[in-house]
């Protein structure tokens, strides 16, 4: 048995390199830790930047100080035992505390910011252990053992504060009343959208971690493993939990993956495996990646289809700059999947006649791509300026989730996909696009689902950084 990745990095890769008789290769290390050097030597930078937005949006929104509520436990109904916790993004955004419930940061421009970290005395569970990590030396931070001790480290002058966080008990707001409001949100989401240094440095990372999950999984696959076992195989590769991960797994065999968010895991393996789609990410500090493959378990027409995905996906990567309308590049993606469905003889016509009879909607119909950040959907997508004004999709995709123009150093993804839906398809019997649909290759088709292959790349001035296409190739 190999040892888990997770052992490999903390080993440095030498029991790995000693299995395999390889050389050790440096590469392949990755920390994830809070004391990663490289994360260290960026995150005075980036606090440094979080200041300046909330410096700006606090000025404008007319308030002194802010105090951001990492979240409260939510009990399921009659229960004692509390749904997964998330962290509110924006606490996460300060600091790497993906796990801190009922903690607060309190910010009054000028000074250093006070972390309230809650670490409640209880016998039954773990509670958060001592701050450590390259983050701690930037707070003013007091640790208290019962909740209703924040009060005491908030701002006396309540009505000058803003509290952002998701409050569902008025206790945690502790007589703030200006939760949320929009002037303030609008400022920050948008900022959020351009990531910092830091920010791109632990996305590279969730990116490397993603990528193990998906090599892990591309074997169990090929092993012929059911969804579930391939679902733990990428678990442990990635070494997260279920409830870390950022999204649910999408792990779907043959016909399920023409099931855009399929997360069933069959726990049988099918008799066949002829087709793989993986959509599945990992995080670093809060900060995800959202990769998806698909794997053709044989040569031939299915592998073909995947190749020719793959080339469409790389052909819009690369008119990916700063200054790009991304709903130009939906629109774009449809005539090429107009293209591919004729090539492949799924439907005869133009691509521009495909595209006006519904057909390329029918194979496609989801958006290109969202921004990626601390959320897999990330704030901010559709806002045309920091005051809350937004743009819609283009008329005929309303699922595109990034309407607003790119700018520098925003991470996004960029996701073309082509499925046999029959509840889609079967709309376009009786109409023009009818005869336009090649039913036979359809059918052929249908067993293997269907292909999407989405990157996760940063905007630059002249292209992108690709950190999925960077994280396969190491
Ligand atoms: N995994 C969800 C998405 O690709 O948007
Ligand atoms: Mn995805
Ligand atoms: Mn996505």
């Known amino acids: 048995m190999m040892p888990s990745l997770e052992t490999f990095w903390n080993t440095g890769g030498t029991l790995l390199a000693a299995l395999a008789g390889a050389r050790y290769d440096a590469r392949m290390t990755a920390d994830y830790s809070d004391r990663n050097p490289e994360l260290g030597s960026l995150y005075a930078a980036h606090l440094a930047e979080v200041m300046a937005r909330h410096d700006d949006a606090l000025e404008k929104s007319g308030a002194a100080h802010l105090v951001v509520f990492s979240g409260c436990p939510t009990y399921a109904f009659l229960d004692d035992n509390t749904y997964p916790f998330r962290a509110n993004p924006h606490f996460v955004s300060w600091a790497p505390l993906t796990a801190l419930p009922l903690s607060y940061i309190v910010y009054t421009p000028g000074e250093t910011p006070v972390l309230v970290y809650y670490q409640p005395k209880d016998y039954w569970h773990v509670v958060p252990g001592a701050p450590s990590g390259y983050w701690t030396n930037s707070f003013d931070i007091r640790v208290v053992h019962e909740s209703e001790a924040a009060a005491e480290h908030l701002p006396a002058e309540r009505d000058k504060c803003i509290l952002v966080g998701e409050i569902h008990d008025d206790a945690h707001a502790f007589g703030i009343e200006r939760v949320n409001p929009?002037?303030?949100?609008?400022?920050?989401?948008?900022?959020?959208?351009?990531?910092?240094?830091?920010?791109l440095a632990c996305m590279r990372?969730?990116?490397?971690?993603?990528?193990s999950g998906h090599r892990a999984a591309e074997g169990a696959f090929r092993d012929g493993a059911s969804e579930f076992a391939i679902h733990q195989a990428y678990c442990q590769a990635v070494s997260h939990a279920d409830n870390e991960l950022p999204y649910n797994n999408i792990i779907a065999l043959n016909e399920h993956g023409a099931v855009l968010h399929y997360t069933d895991l069959e726990r049988q393996a099918p008799d066949e495996s002829r087709s793989f789609l993986i959509d599945a990410g990992a995080q670093v500090h809060g900060y995800a990646c959202d990769i998806t493959r698909t794997y053709s378990k044989e040569d031939g027409r299915f592998a073909d289809l995947v190749q020719r995905m793959d080339v469409l996906q790389q052909a819009i990567t690369d008119d990916i700059r700063a200054g790009v309308d991304y709903r130009d590049l939906q629109i774009k993606t449809h005539a090429l999947i107009g293209e591919v469905l004729v090539e492949t003889e799924l439907a005869s016509g133009s691509a521009e006649s495909l595209i006006g009879s519904g057909v390329t909607s029918a194979f496609f119909p989801h958006g290109l791509g969202h921004l990626?950040?601390?959320?897999?959907?990330?704030?901010?997508?559709?806002?045309?300026?920091e005051s809350g004004t937004t743009i819609d999709p283009p008329s005929g995709h309303p699922f595109l989730r990034l309407t607003r123009e790119l700018l520098e150093d925003m991470v996004?993804?960029?996701?073309?996909?082509?499925?046999?839906?029959?509840?889609?398809?079967?709309?376009?019997?009786?109409?023009?696009a009818e005869h336009q649909v090649n039913w036979d290759t359809v059918a052929w088709l249908r067993p293997y689902g269907g292909v999407r292959i989405e990157d996760n790349v940063r905007v630059l001035a002249d292209g992108v950084e690709n950190f999925t296409r960077d994280a396969f190739a190491l």
């Open 412 to 432: 996004l993804t960029v996701e073309p996909g082509l499925y046999v839906i029959d509840m889609l398809l079967d709309n376009l019997r009786g109409t023009a």
């Open 372 to 385: 990626l950040g601390i959320q897999v959907h990330d704030v901010g997508g559709f806002m045309e300026n």
């Open 182 to 199: 929009s002037t303030t949100m609008n400022l920050l989401h948008y900022a959020r959208g351009q990531k910092t240094p830091y920010e």
């Open 205 to 211: 990372l969730a990116s490397r971690r993603g990528v």
